[in-house]
């Protein structure tokens, strides 16, 4: 596939998801709308967009962490050990 079919389709999908999210605010679709904006930072070539791209991850990972359920101290434990943090 080409760059500038997967920048199209990735532009698509953060317009659908963006829509999505205005009904439910799920911090899931706020977390995938991010590292999309993420892929397209890492894809881009032109300096403005990288930093436009990064900022909106940024943006939208913030708003990630603002509606996500804070983990339980048991929850914290059984995943650091899973991922040997």
Request: glycine share 4%; hydrophobic share 35%; charged share 20%.
């Amino acid at each position: 596939m080409q760059y500038d079919k997967k920048h199209d389709l990735l532009i698509s999908a953060i317009d659908y998801l963006k829509v999505q999210y205005a009904m439910g605010q799920s911090p899931c679709l706020a977390l995938v709308i991010s590292r999309h904006y993420r892929l397209l930072a890492e894809s881009s070539v032109e300096s403005s967009n990288k930093t436009n791209y990064v900022n909106q991850a940024s943006s939208w990972f913030g708003c990630y962490l603002k509606k996500a359920k804070p983990l339980s101290e048991a929850e914290m434990h059984i995943y650091s050990g899973v991922y040997g943090a």
